[in-house]
């Protein structure tokens, strides 16, 4: 397999290791039934995997923030009742790929924007935890709202450090353009999912961009399959 191009790997959770979209997309449906609002289309709503859920309230559905602190709000709790790993898949192949990486001893969080304890709970879900030597997702904010993925990718790095990961060769894998603009922010490169919710036009400023597993692990390492 070679040696990895990068001392520590940092992994958005939807879209690039799991696809939750068949308890996502419902538990929204269901947050704007219970306004008596009607949902965006199907091709609309896939749009909101992966960023900030408050942000999507208040951009794409135009809701005043208190109203989408509350429509978040909603949308945890369903999530709660239903369980966090309910309707999530694992991509093929992702689950080894995380364990090769491990196994070759390189350090790997996650950055998630999704709220750090349900990241816990699907990683426990797919007996995935022990490959990671730290996690990071979404925490609240003091005032509200949750935290941006550049908040994310620097809690996840500081979390590698104090485990004393070596930080000179960062990466960052992700499918939103958020995920590319947040590593920006720390000077982190980008490999891109094409596997997951972005468009092709969200990829731009990546170093490289994998259309499988199998070509992720390439880009990962010196020696790819």
């Keep these: 397999m070679g040696a990895s ?10 879209g690039t290791i799991a696809d939750a979209s068949q308890g996502i997309l ?8 219970s306004y008596g609002i009607a949902a965006p289309d199907p091709a609309e709503l896939r749009h909101w995997i992966g960023p900030p859920m408050l942000e999507s309230f208040r951009s794409r559905a135009g809701m005043r923030q208190a109203q989408a602190e509350e429509a978040v ?6 999530a709660r ?3 966090f790993a309910s309707g999530v898949e694992l991509y093929p192949g992702i689950a080894e790929l995380l364990r090769e ?5 390189v350090p790997q969080s996650t950055a998630s924007s999704k709220p750090e304890n349900q990241v816990v709970a699907i990683l426990e879900h797919f007996g995935l935890l022990g490959q990671f030597t730290a996690i990071a997702g979404a925490l609240p904010r ?9 908040e994310v990718i620097g809690r996840a790095l500081q979390r590698l450090a104090a485990a004393g990961a070596d930080l000179t060769r960062p990466v960052l894998i992700g499918d939103r ?34 259309a499988s597993v199998a070509g992720l692990r390439a880009l990962l390492f010196a020696h790819g399959s």
């Excluded at 790997?9 to 939807?14: A, G, K, P, R, S």
């Excluded at 947040?182 to 731009?204: K, M, N, R, T, Y």
């Design 177 to 210: 353009h958020h995920d590319l603009d947040g590593a920006a922010e720390h000077g982190i490169p980008v490999l891109f999912a094409e596997w997951g919710f972005g468009s092709p036009e969200e990829a731009q400023g990546a170093v490289g961009r994998a």
């Design 73 to 78: 709000d909603r949308y945890r709790a369903f």
């Design 81 to 83: 009742r239903d369980g």
């Design 5 to 14: 191009r990068y001392s520590c790997i940092l992994w958005d959770v939807d």
């Design 142 to 150: 003091a005032g509200g709202g949750g935290e941006g993925k550049s």
């Design 101 to 105: 990486v491990h196994d070759a001893g």
């Design 26 to 33: 419902p538990r929204l449906r269901e947050v704007f039934a």
